[in-house]
């Protein structure tokens, strides 16, 4: 008899994107001439940059020919696009990161769910509440998160809210952790942490053996000069931390798929006897193992990012959501709304109107406005009374969304 792994029946039967993604296609149904405007999911509208598209056709004529032909490529990623992400991510900014501390993916999602791999199941996880649900979803099934209530908060998960009372600054545990997920500008709050304010975690961790997890996704949307891009700019940060990137948001790779995570090979944590591993080798093993490489059409595309050319289109995609996110925050500003975030992140993340949860926002604003959000309850228990506009759509339905808003 096969049994299945338990922990799949306590997580919610959806995921949160799949779950809004359903609602929408219903209101579609209802009202096929309902005029929906994607203000949900973070997946950007604008086509991808052209040194991108260029690199990908040439890549594809090279699988064309035989002499030029590729098959398997390295797990980690080709040296070319590990060079490439070395020099500009890094190097540039005078961080000294190796392209064997380098690990090319399909996607920060699959990573920051897929990390769970390589750390014991007794490990005590914290996240800061709201979060991306993949680091909840990935730990309850991994067996680390206990057992949800009835709000779906987790009986071994140890939550640091952050809200306007603390100003989106989570507090440090003050119960033992062995790893803490940070995303840094933060999904869903749009938030940020200074260098002095991350300087702070890096240290507790450091004092405490305890792995943060970072998630840069959105460091491309960075506008303020005391918000670290990375968090290896933050002195000890080699020996505790992680780091996960993405092409998705930064170059319009969501559907492209490409992005890459950082394991420094200072970075250690313990078997059960108490040896002490390291954690490049390991995921190196785990990244191997489940995994045969992103496609080399894909990576030449990202590698493609990095040219003159392709750095000045990917400057102009960024400008393009930074200045929607602009026009939202203005606008919701303006009718009365209380909005954080939107300043160094593509996420406005906006209080609902009194007394309306997020769900029933979310819903008034599918059914009355035509608009999709996210509801930050999804987010977590302390996303309660939020939803998040994304600022990804075109200009256009940017603009007509917070017309309708203003009504
Ligand atoms: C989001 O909307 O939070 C993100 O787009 C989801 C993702 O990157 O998987």
């Known amino acids: 008899m096969a049994h299945i792994n338990d922990n799949f029946i306590k997580i919610p039967a959806t995921y949160l994107f799949s779950e809004?993604?359903?609602?929408?296609?219903?209101?579609?149904?209802?009202?096929?001439?309902?005029?929906?405007?994607?203000?949900?999911?973070?997946?950007?509208?604008?086509?991808?940059?052209?040194a991108a598209v260029d690199a990908i056709i040439k890549a594809a004529e090279e699988q064309r020919h035989a002499e030029t032909f590729r098959g398997y490529g390295p797990e980690q990623g080709y040296a070319f696009l590990r060079d490439a992400i070395v020099a500009n991510d890094y190097a540039a900014r005078g961080?000294?990161?190796?392209?064997?501390?380098?690990?090319?993916?399909?996607?920060?999602?699959?990573?920051?769910?897929?990390?769970?791999?390589?750390?014991?199941?007794?490990?005590?996880?914290?996240?800061?509440?709201?979060?991306?649900?993949?680091?909840?979803?990935?730990?309850?099934?991994?067996?680390?998160?206990?057992?949800?209530?009835?709000?779906?908060?987790?009986?071994?998960?140890?939550?640091?809210?952050?809200?306007?009372?603390?100003?989106?600054?989570?507090?440090?545990?003050?119960?033992?952790?062995?790893?803490?997920?940070?995303?840094?500008?933060?999904?869903?709050?749009?938030?940020?942490?200074?260098?002095?304010?991350?300087?702070?975690?890096?240290?507790?961790?450091?004092?405490?053996?305890?792995?943060?997890?970072?998630?840069?996704?959105?460091?491309?949307?960075?506008?303020e000069e005391n918000v670290p891009r990375s968090i290896y700019e933050i002195d000890g940060a080699k020996e505790v931390a992680i780091e996960f990137r993405s092409f998705s948001k930064t170059a319009g790779f969501t559907g492209t798929r490409c992005a890459y995570t950082v394991v420094p090979k200072q970075l250690f944590a313990f078997a059960s006897n108490g040896e002490k591993i390291a954690l490049n080798a390991l995921w190196n093993r785990r990244h191997s193992t489940k995994f045969n490489g992103t496609s080399y059409v894909v990576q030449r595309a990202a590698e493609a990012t990095y040219t003159p050319e392709g750095k000045k289109q990917v400057k102009e995609l960024i400008a393009f959501y930074t200045e929607n996110a602009r026009i939202i925050r203005q606008a919701l500003q303006k009718a009365g709304y209380t909005v954080f975030g939107g300043v160094n992140a593509p996420y406005v993340w906006a209080k609902a109107p009194e007394g309306m949860s997020s769900w029933e926002y979310f819903d008034f604003l599918l059914n009355e406005k035509n608009i999709v959000t996210t509801p930050g309850a999804g987010f977590g228990l302390s996303g309660e009374g939020f939803v998040r506009f994304s600022a990804f759509s075109s200009r256009e339905a940017t603009i007509e969304a917070m017309k309708r808003l203003e009504k």
């Open 20 to 50: 809004i993604a359903k609602r929408v296609t219903q209101h579609k149904e209802a009202h096929p001439e309902a005029n929906i405007i994607r203000m949900g999911i973070g997946d950007v509208s604008l086509p991808l940059p052209d």
């Open 95 to 223: 961080l000294d990161i190796n392209a064997d501390e380098i690990f090319v993916s399909d996607g920060a999602k699959s990573d920051t769910g897929n990390i769970g791999d390589i750390f014991s199941v007794n490990n005590r996880v914290a996240i800061t509440d709201p979060s991306y649900p993949v680091y909840v979803d990935t730990n309850a099934m991994g067996g680390r998160a206990g057992d949800p209530n009835e709000q779906n908060v987790w009986s071994n998960l140890v939550y640091l809210p952050c809200n306007a009372e603390n100003n989106f600054v989570p507090q440090l545990p003050t119960e033992k952790v062995d790893i803490i997920y940070l995303c840094y500008p933060n999904n869903p709050t749009g938030t940020t942490l200074t260098h002095s304010q991350l300087q702070v975690w890096v240290d507790y961790a450091k004092a405490n053996n305890i792995i943060i997890l970072f998630d840069a996704a959105y460091e491309a949307f960075i506008t």
